[in-house]
């Protein structure tokens, strides 16, 4: 992606491409921890890093996702089609995925802590960002990737 970003180029300019570029070096830092932390066994902080790795290994798949989210909550405020730049896609640069990993910091927080009230809201923020992804899914599936398959 790095390559096909900078060399090749690719749609979004500079913003979208550093982000994209972050989210690589993210990719290649939490690897290598995910690695070391087995090998220590560590496998509580192994199984962590693990998870933010492949929550990184997964931002395109956020971005086009939550990018279609928007344009149906929005009508794609904040996004010129044709230049594919923006405010809306330089927050989600960086959005797709400090967004995630945010969440699964919250999930582990939720993890150490014992206080049911606690529990519960951060079950509830899950659940509403859960509920979100669902119909981005859906979005992107029945806007992009049907009309792909189908012709």
Same mark, same amino acid.
């Given at each position: 992606?790095?390559?096909?970003?900078?060399?090749?180029?690719?749609?979004?300019?500079?913003?979208?491409?550093?982000?994209?570029?972050?989210?690589?070096?993210?990719?290649?830092?939490?690897?290598?921890?995910?690695?070391?932390?087995?090998?220590?066994?560590?496998?509580?902080?192994?199984?962590?890093?693990?998870?933010?790795?492949?929550?990184?290994?997964?931002? +395109?798949?956020?971005?086009?996702? =939550?990018?279609? @989210?928007?344009?149906? %909550?929005?009508?794609?405020? &904040?996004?010129?089609?044709? #230049?594919?730049?923006?405010?809306?896609?330089?927050?989600?640069?960086?959005?797709?995925?400090?967004?995630?990993?945010?969440?699964?910091?919250?999930?582990?927080?939720?993890?150490?802590?014992?206080?049911?009230? +606690?529990?519960?809201?951060?079950? =509830?923020?899950? @659940?509403?960002?859960? %509920?979100?992804?669902?119909? &981005?899914?859906?979005?992107? #599936?029945?806007?992009?990737?049907?009309?792909?398959?189908?012709?």
């Amino acid at each position: 992606g790095v390559y096909m970003t900078w060399v090749r180029g690719s749609a979004g300019g500079p913003i979208l491409g550093m982000g994209n570029t972050l989210a690589g070096v993210l990719i290649l830092l939490f690897s290598i921890w995910a690695v070391r932390t087995a090998r220590q066994k560590q496998f509580q902080q192994h199984q962590r890093w693990a998870l933010r790795l492949f929550l990184v290994c997964n931002v +395109t798949w956020f971005f086009r996702v =939550g990018m279609f @989210l928007w344009i149906l %909550l929005t009508g794609g405020a &904040g996004v010129d089609f044709e #230049t594919f730049t923006g405010p809306f896609v330089t927050f989600w640069a960086y959005g797709q995925f400090i967004i995630p990993l945010l969440l699964a910091e919250l999930y582990f927080q939720g993890l150490k802590n014992i206080k049911p009230s +606690t529990q519960y809201v951060i079950s =509830g923020v899950l @659940l509403g960002v859960t %509920l979100l992804m669902l119909i &981005g899914i859906l979005v992107v #599936t029945v806007g992009a990737w049907i009309p792909r398959v189908v012709g």
